[in-house]
């Protein structure tokens, strides 16, 4: 004669480890050696911290960094050198020079907030020489002072 089987109750299905008489915490490490527990333990810190570690630098920012910010500042005053070597002689045609600087100049984008406001100021002085046709004293003394301003910060990238 076959005797009849039937299924556990439902929530020994769903709790094996209370079903069996341990904490559901247990069960985890249950059939692990209490020796081999510790390292169980140990490993997954490690796995974890192994994880946070890459997160963590990925928060840092390069402000807070002085040759990351030496680095963004000297790209910068090489693209201000550059953008104003292109163009007509300043000498020939000062009106088409000015003209030729404003557009590259505005382009230029740095996060060092002296760099960017010395840049727009000389794109701006610029862009008052083209407007007036280059009959502006003040226009030209703006250019001058500007130029001064952006080579405190980029020496030699407005000559």
Same mark, same amino acid.
């Given at each position: ?66 040759? %990351?910010?030496?680095? #963004?500042? +000297? &790209? @910068?005053?090489? *693209? $201000?050198? /550059? !953008? ?46 083209? %407007?007036?046709?280059? #009959?502006? +004293? &003040? @226009?030209?003394? *703006? $250019?001058? /002072? !500007? ?13």
């Amino acid at each position: 004669m076959l005797a009849e089987v039937h299924p556990p109750p439902s929530s020994a299905v769903r709790e094996p480890a209370r079903a069996a008489g341990r904490a559901p915490g247990a069960r985890l490490t249950a059939g692990v050696a209490p020796s081999r527990r510790g390292l169980r333990a140990a490993g997954l810190g490690i796995g974890l911290a192994a994880l946070a570690l890459p997160m963590l630098a990925a928060c840092g920012s390069s402000a807070g960094h002085p040759g %990351a910010q030496a680095a #963004t500042v +000297s &790209a @910068a005053c090489t *693209a $201000v050198g /550059a !953008a104003l070597s292109d163009g007509p002689d300043p000498d020939a045609d000062p009106v088409g020079y000015a003209e030729a600087q404003i557009k590259p100049l505005r382009e230029i984008q740095t996060s060092d907030h002296a760099l960017r406001v010395a840049i727009g100021d000389l794109a701006q002085a610029y862009a008052r020489v083209f %407007a007036s046709n280059g #009959t502006s +004293s &003040a @226009a030209s003394k *703006a $250019v001058a /002072a !500007a130029a001064v301003r952006v080579d405190t910060i980029c020496p030699g990238a407005t000559s």
